[in-house]
T-cell receptor
């Protein structure tokens, strides 16, 4: 298996633009997690899905952030409009099947908002 | 290549006891070290973040220390409670922006 796939690997955009980050979890995994990594706050959980259903989005910073998982093999994290303080590395991770909790992380997307 | 090791892999202690979880890392050139709690089926919950310039952080009954020279971090839990039962992970953020996790310590607090 190719592991968790994220795209793009790097994204540079201007303030106010819409940004969409993509994730393909490992086939057969039923849980998907979005995290944000910054120097000041470390790794923070934004939202996670189980069987394509959002379970806990309490970590989503504000309404500008939204995440979807239309099927078991694809998820998106959208920021609209983007702001400079959104600059960070965004990680996607997947785990499963149920009972095996090891999370496998993707390589991350480095987002820079100018 | 950074390696993060957590000892013990599992721990059971009676309620009310203080306990220490250990984390060691091989490359001291880290940006920070972070402790997480993982509950079954849920995302990682950040407990404490120690920047490379810091030696410890405290939050409630939790205290984490960092000694870069020896490549060690400890998580101290005071007056343990059954609700503390979970898997605890430490992770080092390397200078190349890679996060390296330990395999975790499964903690069980006995009522």
């Amino acid at each position: 298996d190719a592991g968790v796939i994220q795209s793009p690997r790097h994204e540079v955009t201007e303030m106010g633009q819409e940004v969409t980050l993509r994730c393909k979890p490992i086939s057969g995994h039923n849980s998907l997690f979005w995290y944000r990594q910054t120097m000041m706050r470390g790794l923070e959980l934004l939202i996670y899905f189980n069987n394509n259903v959002p379970i806990d989005d309490s970590g989503m910073p504000e309404d500008r952030f939204s995440a979807k998982m239309p099927n078991a093999s694809f998820s998106t994290l959208k920021i609209q409009p983007s702001e400079p303080r959104d600059s960070a590395v965004y990680f996607c991770a997947s785990s499963g099947p149920e009972g095996t909790d090891t999370q496998y992380f993707g390589p991350g997307t480095r987002l820079t908002v100018l | 290549k950074q390696e993060v090791t957590q000892i013990p892999a599992a721990l059971s202690v009676p309620e009310g006891e203080n306990l220490v979880l250990n984390c060691s890392f091989t490359d001291s050139a880290i940006y920070n070290l972070q402790w997480f709690r993982q509950d079954p089926g849920k995302g990682l919950t950040s407990l404490l973040l120690i920047q490379s310039s810091q030696r410890e952080q405290t939050s409630g009954r939790l205290n984490a220390s960092l000694d870069k020279s020896s490549g060690r971090s400890t998580l101290y839990i005071a007056a343990s409670q059954p609700g503390d039962s979970a898997t605890y992970l430490c992770a080092a953020l390397n200078r190349d922006d890679k996060i390296i996790f330990g395999k975790g310590t499964r903690l069980h607090i006995l009522p």
